[in-house]
């Protein structure tokens, strides 16, 4: 087996703000696996929040390359993969086994998603996100987004000014489903207090308001909601989601954060004999990376898969949008080419 790899940095088509940050520059590592005439190809969105840089990708991917020695054994591959890194680097894990995946299925002439024994359902619409910004900023986000027809918004939140940002996009967007994310930013009173205007504005779901580790609060917060409260910082590992059970209606699956596909796929049947519900969502990624989680997005309730629609600069093609509406892939492997 030949494991390649190369790094380069996206850039979104205008900067993209979430309550912690604002970016615009991206760089993601691409894994490339070869032989016997097959070739296999996954995407390392790290992110700093969950402790990975470019730089922890690039020195730990020689140290895990041996995991791939038989990429049929999908059983065995995390295991191998944690016995070279215990803990951490998930989004380098997750491009070696997209890598893995892929090699089998371009070997037996199949998409991942039949290679996986996965049903041809239709995707659910995907959002497309709001990023957070001054309010005429995103009130004309929402409004091409509308205007290009999009059906779906995700709407970026975490100031002191939410409730102003949620009314003003509801008026923008009259008939869209909205969903709202706070990414962890708010307080338990002001999550409490913003329940109402969610009511008001018929948002559709609210996704980790509050601090990662405050399953309590959550928990609190869901007895009194009457819109699903949806887990994602809190979710870190297949494992996590027994305990996040009592404390959200729903997780969001990414697979940078959580290894890869079929980590994913563990966490969402997983999910399911919890009663939750399911969004299968994204990094900012290529659209290799954004196949890959479509290729499993047809199990999901809600679909978040909107990462390579906001870059200026996909190295992938292939994938058929028609606005929020993504088609799943066919072609074998990830059903996608490089430009």
């Known amino acids: 087996m030949n494991l390649s790899w190369e790094t380069l940095e996206l850039h979104t088509a205008q900067p993209f703000g979430i309550a912690r940050w604002t970016h615009s520059s991206y760089p993601r590592t691409f894994v490339t696996l070869e032989d016997r005439g097959f070739v296999g190809r996954g995407e390392a969105a790290p992110n700093a929040f969950y402790g990975e840089t470019r730089g922890t990708v690039e020195a730990v991917l020689p140290l895990l390359a041996g995991a791939l020695e038989d990429p049929w054994d999908w059983d065995g591959l995390n295991a191998r993969l944690s016995a070279r890194m215990p803990q951490g680097h998930p989004s380098a894990r997750c491009a070696l086994e997209m890598a893995a995946l892929e090699w089998c299925a371009q070997a037996a002439g199949v998409p991942v998603w039949r290679l996986l024994g996965l049903s041809p359902t239709a995707l659910p619409h995907s959002s497309y996100t709001v990023s957070l910004a001054e309010l005429p900023e995103m009130r004309r986000q929402a ?4 205007a290009a027809g999009h059906t779906v918004l995700k709407v970026k939140l975490g100031t002191p000014y939410d409730e102003q940002i949620v009314t003003a996009l509801r008026e923008e967007a009259p008939s869209a489903a909205l969903r709202v994310d706070a990414n962890a930013a708010w307080s338990r009173s002001q999550a409490r207090r913003m329940l109402d205007v969610l009511d008001d504005a018929r948002v559709e779901l609210l996704e980790q308001p509050l601090a990662a580790a405050d399953l309590d609060g959550h928990a609190g917060l869901r007895a009194v909601s009457r819109v699903p409260v949806v887990a994602d910082e809190s979710l870190h590992h297949v494992r996590d989601v027994v305990e996040l059970a009592r404390a959200f209606d729903g997780v969001n699956l990414k697979l940078a954060k959580l290894g ?23 990094m900012i990624e290529s659209s290799l990376g954004i ?17 390579a629609l906001l870059l200026a ?8 949008w028609t606005a929020g509406e993504l088609q799943r892939p066919t072609a074998p492997g990830w059903g996608v080419t490089r430009t």
Request: hydrophobic content about 55%; overall charge negative; proline content about 4%.
């Open 143 to 146: 409004r091409e987004a509308v």
């Open 260 to 282: 890869g596909p079929l980590q994913a796929l563990a966490a969402l049947r997983l999910a399911r004999a919890h009663g939750l519900s399911v969004m299968m969502g994204c």
């Open 291 to 307: 196949a890959a989680a479509a290729h499993l997005a047809g199990l999901c309730d809600w679909a978040d898969l909107d990462g």
């Open 313 to 320: 600069d996909d190295p992938f093609a292939g994938l058929n």
